[in-house]
């Protein structure tokens, strides 16, 4: 597989988003068989794998490290702090956290947790309005001059946040939700992603499965699944949507291609910069997702999907109004 560039981090151009082995899918896999499908991806190209201490909270990590210790000098890994969470318990409290003592505290538990020396990225989940970001930058700038961290991340943040640390510490990544149906990247971040020479990692480039085909206003979501309390997984908003997989339909059928293949090659065609993460829980669909890399949509395709997505107005949220709400400050 070919490689990208975060900032100066290089990774695989596809990474592989790991929080779908939390249980936010439902159940989750039994360990062994999440740390076949981890290292299958590895052996499929994939280099760059993301996690976070939230998911769980720390289960994720725990796995991660476990999955990818025999290859660690082989890979990248980025995780992520910021959520109100007590680094004794474990217990996740309301709202943020990302004062200086807790960052510091939730890296020397992420590197215990995933079993190394050091963080190659390290995002700020979401950014706290309580905590002037330079303290923020400035504190993972020290983290990085003591060699636990290699590189700072944002997730979710605005144009302002971004700058603001960047004038303290380079950033490497932004990463937000970004696919066909979430396009709220476009006018601000992307642009400066370009400016400064920041990557940037979609998030959900699959649109939470439903950007795949396999998911329509008919599919039954457990109680278990995020997506049940999911505003643009109602049953009415997947039949109004629907508009969207059926253009990635039939682009697929004319490439001989899938659906999830051409919405991940039509990411990687916007900026050579963009490197999208899809989780999955099944090997044979990370095979899938890898072959997204090796998909050429011409000027053509790109101009036919940028025209028929014009006329589909997307309908729900992309997330409940509880988790929207720490988005792009």
Same mark, same amino acid.
Request: charged content about 20%; glycine content about 8%; hydrophobic content about 45%.
């Given at each position: 597989m070919k490689t990208r560039k975060l900032g100066a981090l290089e990774v695989s151009e596809i990474g592989f988003g790991t929080m779908?082995?939390? =249980? %936010?899918?439902?159940?989750?896999?039994?360990?062994?068989?999440?740390?076949?499908?981890?290292?299958?991806?590895?052996?499929?190209?994939?280099?760059?794998?993301?996690?976070?201490?939230?998911?769980?909270?720390? @289960?994720?990590?725990?796995?991660?490290?476990?999955?990818?210790?025999?290859?660690?000098?082989?890979?990248?890994?980025? /995780?992520?702090?910021?959520?109100?969470?007590?680094?004794?318990?474990?217990?996740?409290?309301?709202?943020?956290?990302?004062?200086?003592?807790?960052?510091?505290?939730?890296?020397?538990?992420?590197?215990?947790?995933?079993?190394?020396?050091?963080?190659?990225?390290?995002?700020?989940? #979401?950014?706290?309005?309580?905590?002037?970001? &330079?303290?923020?930058?400035?504190?993972?700038?020290? +983290?990085?001059?003591?060699?636990?961290? #290699?590189?700072?991340?944002?997730?979710?943040?605005?144009?302002?946040?971004?700058?603001?640390?960047?004038?303290?510490?380079?950033?490497? !990544?932004?990463?937000? &939700?970004?696919?066909?149906?979430?396009?709220?990247?476009?006018?601000?971040?992307?642009p400066l992603c370009e400016e400064l020479g920041i990557g940037f990692v979609p998030w959900s480039p699959l649109g939470a499965g439903?950007? /795949?085909?396999?998911?329509?206003? /008919?599919?039954?979501?457990?109680?278990?699944?995020?997506? =049940?309390?999911?505003?643009?997984?109602?049953?009415?908003?997947? &039949?109004?949507?629907?508009?969207?997989?059926?253009?990635? @339909?039939?682009? =697929?059928?004319?490439?001989?291609?899938?659906?999830?293949?051409?919405?991940?090659?039509?990411?990687? =065609?916007?900026?050579?910069?963009?490197?999208?993460?899809?989780?999955?829980?099944?090997?044979? #669909?990370?095979?899938?997702?890898?072959?997204?890399?090796?998909?050429?949509?011409?000027?053509?395709?790109?101009?036919?999907?940028?025209? &028929? @997505?014009?006329?589909?107005?997307?309908?729900? !949220?992309?997330?409940?109004?509880?988790? +929207?709400?720490?988005? %792009?400050?």
């Amino acid at each position: 597989m070919k490689t990208r560039k975060l900032g100066a981090l290089e990774v695989s151009e596809i990474g592989f988003g790991t929080m779908s082995f939390a =249980a %936010y899918y439902g159940a989750s896999p039994e360990e062994a068989e999440a740390i076949r499908v981890i290292r299958g991806a590895f052996d499929l190209g994939v280099t760059h794998f993301d996690t976070a201490e939230a998911y769980g909270p720390w @289960t994720n990590e725990v796995l991660v490290g476990r999955a990818l210790a025999p290859i660690r000098d082989k890979v990248t890994i980025a /995780t992520k702090f910021g959520w109100n969470i007590d680094q004794t318990t474990g217990v996740r409290g309301p709202g943020l956290n990302s004062h200086p003592k807790q960052i510091r505290l939730v890296a020397e538990n992420s590197l215990k947790r995933l079993g190394i020396d050091t963080i190659d990225l390290f995002y700020q989940h #979401r950014v706290d309005p309580a905590v002037p970001m &330079e303290d923020v930058a400035g504190t993972v700038r020290d +983290l990085i001059a003591e060699g636990k961290v #290699r590189h700072f991340g944002l997730s979710e943040a605005a144009a302002g946040s971004v700058r603001r640390a960047h004038a303290v510490q380079p950033v490497a !990544a932004i990463q937000s &939700e970004y696919s066909l149906w979430t396009r709220e990247p476009e006018p601000e971040i992307l642009p400066l992603c370009e400016e400064l020479g920041i990557g940037f990692v979609p998030w959900s480039p699959l649109g939470a499965g439903f950007l /795949t085909g396999k998911i329509d206003a /008919t599919t039954e979501i457990g109680s278990g699944d995020f997506r =049940a309390n999911s505003p643009r997984f109602t049953a009415e908003a997947r &039949e109004a949507n629907k508009g969207l997989v059926e253009l990635l @339909t039939r682009i =697929a059928t004319a490439k001989g291609a899938t659906s999830a293949q051409i919405a991940l090659a039509w990411l990687l =065609a916007q900026k050579p910069f963009i490197v999208p993460i899809p989780g999955t829980r099944r090997l044979d #669909r990370v095979t899938e997702n890898v072959g997204a890399a090796s998909i050429i949509l011409t000027a053509a395709d790109l101009a036919e999907i940028e025209q &028929e @997505t014009a006329k589909i107005a997307v309908q729900g !949220a992309r997330l409940p109004e509880a988790v +929207l709400q720490f988005s %792009y400050r």
